[in-house]
C-alpha cells in the first residue's frame, strides 16, 4: 500500500503551479493595457515573456538539481519567496528595460522553482498511477486560465497594470509558501524495478548525454515551442478579430478548462496504452490544433478550436515527467527534469517575441500559426525516433 500522504504532495503541487503560472501569465491580459499607458509595444512588452522563459531555462536545472540535493520544500520556499517579490518589482519598473530585466529575468528565473522540484517530488511518492498524478498536477497549472486570467482581466478594468502586479505578488506569497511547507521527502521504495530506472549507478553526465534524454529534450523544444505563440497571443488575436478584452480572455478559459480534461486524459491513457505511443500521437494532433487556430473568427470558432488545442498541447506536456521517471534514476530526477523543462522553456521564449514581431511587422498573426504547425511536426518527427532503455532485472533497494 502506498502512503495517502502522496495525494497531498499532488493536491499542493497543483495549486502552486495554478498561482504561480497564473501570475506569469497576467502579463498577456494587460499586455494591451500596458501597451497604452506606457507607450512600450507589442514587441517590447512581449519580449519580457521571451526573456522570462530564456530565464526559466537557465535556472531550471540549477533548482532541480537543489531539490535534489536539499529536497523540494526549502527550494520552493526560496523560490516562491524570489518570483513574488520580483513580480511586485516589475509593477515598479519605470522603463521598458527595467521591465523586461524584473519580469524577464528575475521573475522567470525565480517561477522555475515550482516545476522540476514538485515534478521530481511528485513521482518520487509514485510507483504506480505515476501518469495520472503527474497530469493532476499538471492539471493544477492548467487551472491558471480558468481563475488567475479572469481575475487579472477583472481586475485590469479597475485597475492599472501596476495594481495587478502588486496584488499577483501578494496573492503568490500568500498562497505558495504556505503549501511549500506541507511538502516532504519521497518515502523509501521497496524493491526497485526496472521501469522505475534501469540502471540506479548511472551518473547525470551519463544520463544528460545519453540518445533517449537527447530526443526528450530536442522534442520537448520543438513541442513547446508550437505551443508558445498561440498560447500568448490568444487574447490579442482574438481581440483582433473583434472579441472585446473579457470575451477574448472567455476564449484564453475555455483553453485551459479543456486543458484540465487534457491532462487528465492523457495521464490515464499513458498509463494504459505507454507515455510515448500516446505522446507522440498527442504531438502530431498538437500540430493540427495550432494551425486551426488561423481559421477561427468569431466566439464560437475560437471557442472549438481552443478546446482542441487545450486539450492536447495541456494533456501531452506531463508525458515527459512520466517518461523521464521509467528511464532514469530517482535521486537525479529533479536534475534531468529541470534539464527538459530547460528546452521547454527555450521553446516557449521563442512565442512571445516570434508573435509580436510577426504582428507589429504584418500586422496579423497567420504567419506565426503556420510556423507552429512546421514546429509541431518537428517534434513529432523527433518524437518517433525515441527508444527506452532495456528493462534491467528487478534487484533489492
Not at 498577456?28 to 517590447?44: E, F, I, R
Not at 520556499?77 to 516589475?90: E, T
Not at 492548467?142 to 502586479?165: H, N, Y
Request: proline share 5%; hydrophobic share 55%.
Amino acid at each position: 500500500m502506498e502512503p495517502a500522504y502522496r495525494w497531498v504532495v499532488v493536491a499542493a503541487g497543483g495549486l502552486m503551479g495554478c498561482v504561480a503560472m497564473g501570475a506569469l501569465f497576467a502579463l498577456p491580459v494587460v499586455l494591451k493595457s500596458m501597451d497604452a499607458a506606457t507607450g512600450w509595444g507589442a514587441a517590447g512588452i512581449g519580449s519580457a515573456m521571451t526573456f522570462a522563459f530564456l530565464a526559466m531555462a537557465v535556472t531550471s536545472m540549477v533548482w532541480g538539481n537543489l531539490s535534489d540535493r536539499f529536497g523540494a520544500r526549502p527550494v520552493l520556499l526560496v523560490g516562491a519567496a524570489l518570483f513574488a517579490a520580483s513580480l511586485w518589482g516589475a509593477g515598479q519598473a519605470q522603463s521598458l528595460g527595467q521591465f523586461q530585466v524584473i519580469f524577464g529575468l528575475c521573475a522567470g528565473g525565480a517561477v522555475a522553482a515550482f516545476f522540476a522540484p514538485m515534478m521530481s517530488t511528485v513521482t518520487g511518492w509514485f510507483t504506480t498511477q505515476r501518469g495520472l498524478a503527474v497530469s493532476l498536477v499538471s492539471a493544477g497549472m492548467g487551472l491558471a486560465p480558468v481563475t488567475m486570467s479572469p481575475l487579472a482581466a477583472k481586475l485590469i478594468e479597475t485597475q492599472d497594470w501596476r495594481g495587478v502586479f502588486a496584488i499577483m505578488a501578494g496573492l503568490v506569497a500568500l498562497v505558495t509558501l504556505p503549501l511549500a511547507l506541507v511538502l516532504r521527502p519521497p518515502p523509501a521504495q521497496g524493491p526497485q524495478v526496472a521501469q522505475d530506472a534501469p540502471d540506479e549507478g548511472m551518473t547525470v553526465k551519463q544520463a544528460v548525454t545519453s540518445t533517449p534524454f537527447l530526443i526528450l529534450v530536442l522534442t520537448n523544444f520543438f513541442c513547446c515551442a508550437t505551443h508558445a505563440g498561440p498560447i500568448f497571443h490568444t487574447v490579442s488575436y482574438a481581440q483582433l478579430c473583434g472579441l472585446s478584452v473579457m470575451a477574448a480572455v472567455s476564449v484564453y478559459s475555455v483553453e485551459g478548462i479543456a486543458g484540465m480534461f487534457g491532462r487528465l486524459g492523457f495521464g490515464v491513457m499513458g498509463d494504459r496504452f505507454g507515455a510515448k505511443r500516446v505522446l507522440a500521437t498527442g504531438l502530431f494532433a498538437q500540430a493540427i490544433g495550432a494551425a486551426a487556430y488561423a481559421f477561427a473568427g468569431n466566439l464560437w470558432q475560437f471557442y472549438a478550436v481552443a478546446a482542441l488545442f487545450g486539450f492536447i498541447y495541456a494533456g501531452i506536456m506531463p508525458l515527459y515527467a512520466v517518461l523521464i521517471r521509467e528511464n532514469f534514476p530517482m535521486r537525479i530526477m529533479g536534475t534531468l527534469m529541470g534539464g527538459t523543462g530547460m528546452a521547454g522553456s527555450l521553446g516557449m521564449a521563442s512565442g512571445p517575441w516570434l508573435g509580436g514581431w510577426i504582428y507589429d511587422t504584418t500586422g496579423g498573426y497567420g504567419a506565426m500559426y503556420a510556423t507552429c504547425f512546421v514546429f509541431g511536426i518537428a517534434a513529432f518527427a523527433i518524437m518517433l525516433t525515441f527508444r527506452p532503455f532495456p528493462k534491467a532485472q528487478m534487484v533489492p533497494a
